[in-house]
């Protein structure tokens, strides 16, 4: 699903994947297409809404988002994650993720179940399942 979803992704998809990516992410790990992957699963999902604006503009999602007023977006992180080998890593991720749609920092890793949560860099978050 999440190769199909790739193929269709405009440029104005990528701007909003790296604003997310780049509040929500480990800087220049592999949280990055993570965080890129887990947005994908949710545009997939029937519990979301089904375009990568709306699902980062959802009211309370992605705390990176609706506390700052303006993003700018870092060009090298739209380049990267947009990129061929951006496209490559997200779909390798997304496969480790299976489905996954849900997050947690740093902070919260305490709560994490290191047998049912993959983390992409020890840096970066941890991922779950929405009913977590």
């Given at each position: 699903?999440?190769?199909?979803?790739?193929?269709?992704?405009?440029?104005?998809?990528?701007?909003?994947?790296?604003k997310v990516v780049q509040v929500e992410?480990?800087?220049?790990?592999?949280?990055?297409?993570?965080?890129?992957?887990?947005?994908?699963?949710?545009?997939?999902?029937?519990r979301f809404p089904n375009t990568v604006h709306e699902v980062?503009?959802?009211?309370?999602?992605?705390?990176?988002?609706?506390?700052?007023?303006?993003i700018p977006v870092n060009p090298a992180v739209k380049e990267r994650i947009s990129s061929e080998e951006g496209k490559k890593q997200i779909l390798k991720w997304s496969v480790i993720l299976n489905g996954?749609?849900?997050f947690k920092g740093q902070s919260m890793l305490k709560y994490r179940m290191a047998s049912e949560d993959p983390m992409c860099?020890?840096?970066?978050?941890?991922?779950?399942?929405?009913w977590q």
């Open positions: 699903m999440i190769a199909e979803l790739l193929l269709t992704l405009t440029p104005v998809d990528y701007h909003n994947l790296a992410a480990a800087k220049n790990t592999a949280d990055e297409y993570c965080v890129a992957a887990s947005v994908l699963n949710r545009v997939a999902s029937d980062i503009y959802a009211p309370g999602q992605y705390e990176g988002i609706y506390t700052r007023r303006w996954r749609t849900d860099h020890p840096k970066g978050n941890y991922y779950h399942y929405h």
